[in-house]
């Protein structure tokens, strides 16, 4: 390697180091402050954060089996909140088979969506994760959409009235 390709990574690190200083809570970069690659940077945030202990992964394993989505809650805010749980207990355990998280998803649905969890559970031989949020996110949509327009028309009968 030349000594002007050294420059050039030693150059990449330092930027490199700079902008995960920045994406760093202040309390989290005061404890990695020292740290001068990222490299070192990197491990000390691993050992500082993540817990591999069986403690932790049951905890991240019982929290991503218990999770219910709530009436009400938007379809793409749950989606996200399951999404986070899933990678969180991935980054401290093996990863889960994707049959079994997309099944674990359509469970952890509330009861307004057992005509579409059927569907999709009876509809075809295999499912995966993608196909399901975009059949969710594609029928919110549309509910979305009809509110809208009904919102519209009731306005609109509401605004007639009897002219003077």
């Not at 909140?81 to 093996?94: I, P």
Request: hydrophobic letters at 40%; a neutral charge; proline letters at 1%.
């Amino acid at each position: 390697m030349t000594s002007a390709s050294k420059n050039e990574l030693k150059t990449i690190d330092k930027r490199a180091l700079a902008v995960l200083c920045l994406a760093l809570a202040d309390n989290v970069l005061r404890q990695v402050c020292e740290e001068k690659s990222v490299l070192a940077l990197w491990n000390k945030l691993e050992y500082l954060y993540l817990d591999k202990s069986l403690s932790s992964r049951f905890y991240l394993m019982m929290r991503l089996f218990r999770m219910h989505m709530q009436e009400g809650t938007p379809i793409k805010q749950y989606i996200d909140e399951f999404n986070k749980a899933v990678l969180d207990y991935q980054n401290v355990a093996n990863s889960m088979d994707k049959d079994h998280l997309a099944i674990l998803f359509l469970c952890s649905l509330p009861d307004s969506y057992d005509s579409i969890r059927d569907q999709i559970l009876y509809g075809t031989d295999s499912i995966a994760m993608d196909d399901i949020t975009s059949i969710l996110l594609s029928k919110d949509l549309l509910k979305k959409s009809r509110m809208e327009s009904h919102g519209q028309s009731e306005g609109l009968v509401v605004s007639r009235g009897r002219s003077i």
